[in-house]
């Protein structure tokens, strides 16, 4: 995706923002971009870089107190051009003061202290990080994205539909979610066209000094988190989709899919980390553990693993193709890597 497609996709995801702050917003990251590309960096690259521009437009929104009030007396005035408008328009009303509940089984909330609101469709659960052990998603054909926020509050935003059933909670420290699909026949939502792919997703806005435990389960997509300096035990889980995770400090750290990659980039887990796939590349840019486990089939291992290869004792193990590791002890660390049919190329950044 070019730079201008990009800024233009994002300015329409924002434009609950005054204008003058749409603006603002735009330049910055086009400025971004810019400088990106004059370090020598393609202008695909750059705006990979940024990320998925529903993503960054969530973060914006979030982050920023100016946005503009929904604007109710026009909606009243078009819908009550017709019978069902005026239907409409004493739903939506019900739905502002509070009144409304969610249907049957979709939403539980057992705190005071937790809310729920809708922003531009979504959902939004709020609750104070205070008193808060751990966050769990369990969901069903869903992309989960972490974002670390400057905020004291947990969010998580999702979209509900006829088809999907979502539970949230917060309950004895513990906030979570659990979405129960209803879509039939289908793969992966990320392959068919529902006219909606914000149904497939779920966001989490977690405190960035956030220092207890994250749990993420789904099926069938993707699994991104990112910028967490004091995590607790982090683990996340999913089938035939990537898991993506970058500048992430956490005491321990498992991820586990299937048929797909699994990329680190600036990872330190204080304890054990563990990474499990199939027919997928592991793929390290700088990580670090007491013991490091990385097990795949039929794809490569590779990259870059902090420190000497002597703080380690290795064990590793290929069928039909080569590792540049020999098997050692001695080491105060432990380091084990497994794949078949495909070579173990690590490398130590001393």
């Known amino acids: 995706m070019n730079s201008e497609l990009y800024l233009k996709r994002l300015r329409r995801r924002i434009k609950s923002l005054p204008d003058n702050e749409r603006n603002t917003i735009i330049d910055f990251y086009r400025e971004i971009i810019q400088d990106k590309i004059e370090s ?3 202008e695909a690259q750059a705006v990979a870089e940024l990320g998925d521009v529903n993503v960054l437009a969530q973060k914006i929104l979030m982050e920023n107190p100016n946005r503009k009030p929904v604007n109710v007396g026009k909606i009243v005035g078009i ?8 239907i409409f328009v004493a ?5 502002i003061l509070g009144i409304a509940t969610f249907q049957g089984n979709k939403v539980a909330n057992s705190v005071t202290a937790s809310t729920h609101e809708v922003t531009a469709g979504n959902k939004v659960f709020t609750s104070p990080e205070a008193g808060i052990s751990s966050i769990r998603i369990e969901a069903e054909n869903k992309e989960v994205t972490v974002i670390a926020v400057d905020s004291d509050d947990i969010k998580i935003s999702y979209m509900e539909d006829k088809d999907e059933d979502y539970s949230v909670t917060n309950e004895n420290g513990s906030v979570t979610l659990v979405n129960q699909s209803h879509r039939h026949g289908s793969f992966s939502f990320q392959f068919f066209d ?5 149904i497939a997703k779920i ?4 405190p960035k000094n956030y220092a207890k435990n994250i749990s993420i389960s789904t099926t069938n997509s993707v699994i991104q988190i990112s910028d967490f300096s004091e995590l607790g035990d982090l683990s996340c ?3 035939n989709s990537v898991i993506k995770m970058e500048k992430v400090d956490a005491k321990n750290i498992t991820m586990e899919t299937q048929n797909a990659a699994i990329t680190l980039k600036d ?7 563990s ?8 793929s390290l840019d700088h990580i670090s553990a007491q013991e490091i486990s990385l097990q795949t089939q039929n794809a490569i291992i590779g990259g870059t693993i902090d420190g000497a290869q002597s703080d380690y004792t290795i064990e590793t193990h290929t069928t039909n193709a080569i590792s540049n590791l020999h098997d050692r002890s001695g080491g105060s660390k432990k380091l084990t890597a497994s794949t078949t049919n495909a070579i173990i190329n690590l490398d130590f950044s001393n």
């Open 275 to 282: 990474a499990e796939t199939q027919n997928g590349k592991i």
């Open 203 to 206: 966001i989490v806005y977690v």
């Open 79 to 86: 819908v009550l051009a017709s019978v069902f408008g005026v």
């Open 237 to 239: 889980k999913t089938t």
């Open 40 to 42: 020598g960096v393609s």
């Open 91 to 95: 739903m939506l009303t019900v739905g």
């Open 267 to 273: 990872i330190t887990a204080g304890n054990q980390l």
């Open 194 to 198: 529902w006219g909606n792919h914000d």
